[in-house]
């Protein structure tokens, strides 16, 4: 177990392209320890960053999109991250973050595709980018792993895995802007300890690994009321456990499983998200692998994931 971070605020942000499909949760530390105050859908990205940025805080806000890009990439193009990121209006920047309108144009140069392909494969996409090996588009990260199989390559933004346009529109809408008024970002600029004294870091989470460090299944049914509910007297628990106390109006709505409709899935990932942060805010997880301050560092990491990944 580590020491808790000095973090007084976390903020999860379960994010989609779809406005209407963004839910926050928002804990708050006191000398009783979190309580977690409030869960609303996400305001405008513009208000939401206002309200991240509190100079009465530090804070540190995770989001559900993929934060980096994998070595075989940064190395092909000789960039890093964090560089495209501080300079959006360069030209390279701006050619990097305008999708391409079919696979067959994508150039490393232009790696996204957004559009519906007509006959697109996936090699077209390592055709494109000059690579032999679909593993390669991959951060060590999203490599699978004992307990869950691999994502989808940030650059294949096509079916129900994808999660190219999430992540472009997080880092315009988000990242971008956030970076450009001070804030810090994980792991890219050293491990939490260093930046917990800070009003802002942010960093990517992933609900589903989050499930397993509160002592669910990673294959919760969450799409379903019972699933959810089953899912919530889970982490219910696990709070009475750890000092951890819900506002009783979202106790109440953790009690039903958030409802009837299938859309409960979203408050309940941005639920889950955030007790996963709280278990790495108060030491008892690591906030990443050893290698951290190697590899990960230039790819990114996230948040919590301590499994070694398959090569």
């Not at 409030?38 to 939401?48: E, G, N």
């Not at 993929?66 to 991250?81: H, Q, R």
């Not at 650059?155 to 001070?182: C, D, H, M, N, Y």
Request: aromatic share 10%; net charge neutral.
């Amino acid at each position: 177990m580590s020491p808790p971070l000095a973090y007084d605020r976390l903020v999860h942000s379960d994010w989609s392209v779809v406005s209407g499909k963004r839910w926050t949760a928002v804990a708050q530390r006191s000398r009783q320890g979190w309580r977690v105050e409030s869960l609303r859908r996400t305001p405008a990205s513009d208000q939401l960053l206002d309200h991240l940025f509190d100079p009465a805080s530090r804070t540190l806000a995770g989001f559900d999109f993929p934060i980096g890009l994998p070595i075989f990439y940064l190395d092909k193009m000789g960039w890093e991250f964090r560089e495209l990121l501080s300079a959006p209006d360069s030209d390279r920047a701006r050619r990097f973050f305008d999708a391409v309108d079919t696979l067959f144009d994508v150039s490393p140069d232009q790696p996204f595709y957004l559009r519906h392909p007509k006959g697109g494969r996936r090699a077209d996409l390592l055709r494109g980018l000059g690579c032999d090996d679909f593993n390669h588009l991959l951060r060590r990260c999203d490599k699978a792993t004992k307990t869950r199989s691999r994502a989808e390559s940030i650059f294949w933004t096509v079916g129900a895995k994808q999660v190219g346009k999430a992540a472009l529109s997080g880092w315009r809408e988000i990242l971008i802007p956030a970076l450009g008024r001070g804030a810090r970002l994980w792991p890219f600029e050293g491990p939490l300890s260093s930046l917990d004294s800070n009003v802002l870091t942010i960093a990517e989470t992933y609900p589903a690994e989050a499930y397993q460090h509160v002592g669910m299944r990673r294959t919760i049914r969450k799409r379903s009321q019972q699933g959810r509910s089953a899912g919530c007297r889970i982490m219910l628990e696990w709070g009475s456990r750890h000092g951890i106390a819900f506002s009783s109006e979202i106790e109440a709505h953790m009690q039903h499983g958030f409802g009837e409709r299938g859309d409960g899935e979203d408050p309940f990932d941005a639920l889950a998200g955030l007790c996963g942060m709280i278990e790495v805010a108060d030491g008892r997880r690591a906030e990443a692998v050893d290698f951290a301050a190697c590899a990960a560092r230039r790819e990114g990491w996230i948040l919590g994931q301590i499994e070694v990944t398959s090569t």
